[in-house]
Nanobody, 123 residues
Framework: QVLLVESGGGLVQAGGSLTLSCVASERTFSSYRMGWFRQAPGKEREFVATISRSGDRTYYADSAKGRFTISRDNAKTLYLQMNSLKPEDTAVYYC?????????????????WGQGTQVTVSS
């Protein structure tokens, strides 16, 4: 069982920045591919970014490319640096862990989820 706890959400003006963090309880954190997803009111949860176990490979949704950066460290923490935020980025952001080695972007491929952190971008 991997427990994930996100933090760093909040209210920010359009064009601003936020950094989300996700701390994992599992000492084998490096054994999991990690990802960030988001869910806006009335919409399905969608993929944002994912990072390989070693942290050397990343992949982003088109909506995140060039603005968001996913990273991880050896202290069991996952990050999402978000720049140039837009009102359409408003959502609850979730971190997730996948036991799969391959690049996966669907929610069904992620085994563990955090409780989410709210990001609100005002115009």
């Amino acid at each position: 069982q991997v427990l994930l706890v996100e933090s760093g959400g909040g209210l920010v003006q359009a064009g601003g920045s936020l950094t989300l963090s996700c701390v994992a309880s599992e000492r084998t954190f490096s054994s999991y591919r990690m990802g960030w997803f988001r869910q806006a009111p009335g919409k399905e949860r969608e993929f944002v970014a994912t990072i390989s176990r070693s942290g050397d490979r990343t992949y982003y949704a088109d909506s995140a490319k060039g603005r968001f950066t996913i990273s991880r460290d050896n202290a069991k923490t996952l990050y999402l640096q978000m720049n140039s935020l837009k009102p359409e980025d408003t959502a609850v952001y979730y971190c997730a862990a996948s036991a799969k080695f391959a690049l996966v972007v669907h929610t069904s491929h992620y085994n563990y989820w955090g409780q989410g952190t709210q990001v609100t971008v005002s115009s």
